[in-house]
């Protein structure tokens, strides 16, 4: 069993990032084969902007700036690399997701608060 730390806590947080950006959940069986596990499917798209833009959960599109949703998708990338080593702290994580949440809430707070919740839970 391996042990649980900051390093892998930071990986969860990326998980949730791209369930949140997505729309999809950490493991899907019944979805189409390669596409089972949301990291392995998300991780080599995040480097793309095209990609990263046509894997957004389709709820968010619109919604939210294609800058901001990028952003987010990088932070996702860096979270959740195999590597340990290469994960961020959240220390680190925090201060560039601070801004993200400035935007959305300076352009609506309520319009922030109607899609922090998924409807798929």
């Known amino acids: 069993m391996r042990k649980l730390t900051t390093k892998s806590?930071?990986?969860?947080y990326g998980?949730?990032?791209l369930e949140l950006l997505t729309g999809r959940v950490p493991v899907d069986t019944k979805g189409p084969p390669g596409e089972h596990v949301l990291v392995s499917w998300a991780l080599p798209r995040l480097t793309n902007r095209e990609k990263v833009l046509e894997m957004v959960d389709p709820a968010l599109q619109g919604k939210f700036s294609k800058r901001d949703l990028i952003q987010i998708a990088a932070i996702a990338a860096m979270c959740v690399q195999p590597?340990?080593?290469y994960r961020p702290l959240m220390t680190?994580?925090?201060p560039s997701l601070t801004p993200l949440v400035k935007n959305s809430c300076s352009s609506g707070s309520s319009?922030?608060?109607n899609h922090i919740t998924s409807p798929r839970y």
């Open 9 to 12: 806590d930071v990986y969860s």
């Open 15 to 17: 998980v949730v990032l």
């Open 83 to 85: 590597e340990a080593e």
């Open 92 to 94: 680190d994580v925090v």
């Open 111 to 113: 319009r922030f608060q």
